[in-house]
């Protein structure tokens, strides 16, 4: 009755600020509104000692990608604390529309990841989407040159209000073909949201990673790179050696499905680099990797929780929803079970 309440009033808490695309379009203030009850959130997701934490690429089934649609997905979630990916902020700024339907698009490229094979007309959508991308590229590039760092300020400042701490921000301004300009661009708007790192895929790159750590340096952030199933203990050790402003964002669910024995005490000997980790329930390579539903894959998810409860480590554990949504359900929806997975192994 509780979680009940709280949700309720969180939704209420959202509609009254008005937050509605027309209401953005129009240039109102967003918060011009009465005084907010700023204590009115204060437990949200951090379980006893332990920040859970949502990516919002978990929403990504969602038929609303907008920042306002986002925020409530996080709020009716339950969850207080997000890795932030870059479009919902950066459309939200003005970034030009991307002419790519990703949410047709990310089983194909999973499938191309994972090397499953593709069929001719799949392969035929994953080119054509890259040719388009190639385009809408440089479009972004020319207008990140311009953008205006006010708006992530507002961005920040929007989430905090409703009770929600931005740590990580994922936009796709640090790859290779990323100009320095641009990469910094990434690293501003972090901080504008109020974001203590970034995070990327690792690139497999020792100059990029170098070059990434140094920018980092320069612009007071931390790069956090993401790994899947190439995740080894050494995968993060030529980046860390390289800078300061080099980091881990773990993936600790891949790494139990990369074959990694050990993976608790992996944690324990790295939490000190790790600015961040995702956390799902995924299967050995004996069982066959699979993505599940949480407690029902080998990953030791409560074990993990209870070590970050015990030892009091400083990163947030982020739920990424990964697994098949179960029909009739939704993202949001499943998030939420996540999340009470979470509660049951910290109480």
Same mark, same amino acid.
């Given at each position: 009755m509780?979680n009940?309440i709280?949700n309720? &009033?969180?939704r &209420?808490f959202?509609?009254?600020?008005?937050l509605t695309?027309?209401?953005?379009?129009g240039?109102? %203030?967003? !918060?011009a509104?009465?005084a907010i009850l700023?204590?009115l959130?204060?437990k949200?997701?951090l379980?006893?000692?332990v920040?859970?934490?949502?990516i919002?690429?978990? !929403?990504r089934e969602?038929?609303?990608?907008s920042?306002?649609?986002t925020?409530?997905?996080?709020?009716? /979630?339950g969850?207080?604390?997000?890795?932030?990916?870059g479009d919902?902020?950066?459309?939200f +700024?003005? %970034?030009?529309?991307n002419p790519v $339907?990703?949410m047709?698009?990310?089983p194909?490229?999973?499938k191309?990841?994972?090397?499953? =094979?593709l069929?001719e007309?799949?392969?035929?959508k994953?080119d054509?989407a890259e040719?388009?991308m190639?385009?809408?590229?440089?479009?972004?590039?020319?207008?990140?040159? /311009?953008?205006s760092? /006010?708006?992530f300020?507002?961005?920040g400042k #929007?989430?905090k209000?409703?009770?929600?701490?931005?740590y990580g921000f994922? =936009?796709?301004?640090f790859?290779k073909?990323n100009s320095d300009d641009?990469?910094?661009?990434g690293?501003k708007a972090?901080?504008?949201?109020?974001?203590?790192h970034?995070?990327?895929?690792h =690139? &497999?790159?020792?100059n990029?990673t170098l070059r990434l750590?140094?920018l +980092?340096e320069k612009?007071?952030?931390k790069?956090?790179?993401?790994?899947?199933?190439?995740?080894?203990?050494?995968?993060w050790?030529?980046a860390m050696?390289q800078s300061?402003? $080099?980091a #881990?964002?773990?993936?600790?669910?891949?790494f139990?499905?990369?074959?990694?024995t050990e =993976?608790?005490?992996f944690?324990?000997k790295?939490?000190?680099n790790?600015? /961040?980790?995702?956390?799902?329930d995924?299967?050995?390579?004996a069982?066959?990797?699979?993505n599940?539903p949480w407690?029902?894959g080998?990953?030791p998810l409560?074990?993990?929780?209870?070590?970050?409860?015990?030892?009091?480590y400083? !990163?947030p +554990?982020?739920?990424e929803?990964?697994?098949?949504?179960?029909e009739?359900?939704n993202?949001?929806?499943?998030?939420?079970?996540?999340?009470e997975?979470c509660?049951k192994a910290? &109480?």
């Open positions: 509780e009940e709280q309720a &009033s969180r &209420s959202i509609k009254n600020l008005g695309a027309g209401l953005v379009a240039g109102s %203030k967003l !918060f509104g009465p700023t204590d959130y204060k949200g997701s379980i006893n000692g920040q859970i934490g949502v919002t690429y978990s !929403f969602m038929p609303n990608q920042l306002e649609a925020l409530q997905y996080i709020l009716d /979630s969850i207080s604390a997000t890795e932030l990916m919902p902020a950066e459309i +700024a003005g %970034k030009p529309k $339907n990703f047709a698009m990310f194909l490229m999973r191309r990841r994972e090397k499953q =094979p069929t007309e799949e392969t035929k994953l054509d040719a388009l190639k385009e809408y590229r440089a479009e972004v590039k020319k207008w990140r040159a /311009s953008a760092i /006010s708006k300020e507002e961005v #929007m989430f209000k409703a009770g929600i701490k931005i994922k =936009p796709d301004a790859g073909d641009e990469v910094a661009y690293m972090a901080k504008a949201l109020g974001a203590g970034v995070t990327l895929e =690139p &497999s790159d020792d990029q750590g140094k +980092a612009y007071g952030v790069v956090g790179y993401h790994g899947h199933e190439q995740q080894t203990p050494t995968f050790d030529t050696a300061p402003g $080099n #881990m964002n773990l993936d600790f669910g891949h139990v499905a990369a074959g990694n =993976p608790l005490d944690v324990k790295m939490h000190k790790i600015v /961040s980790m995702h956390i799902k995924r299967q050995t390579p069982h066959g990797k699979g599940l407690g029902t080998d990953t409560k074990e993990l929780l209870k070590q970050m409860q015990a030892s009091k400083a !990163f +554990a982020t739920v929803l990964e697994y098949k949504i179960p009739g359900s993202s949001v929806k499943e998030v939420q079970k996540c999340l997975f509660k910290l &109480s």
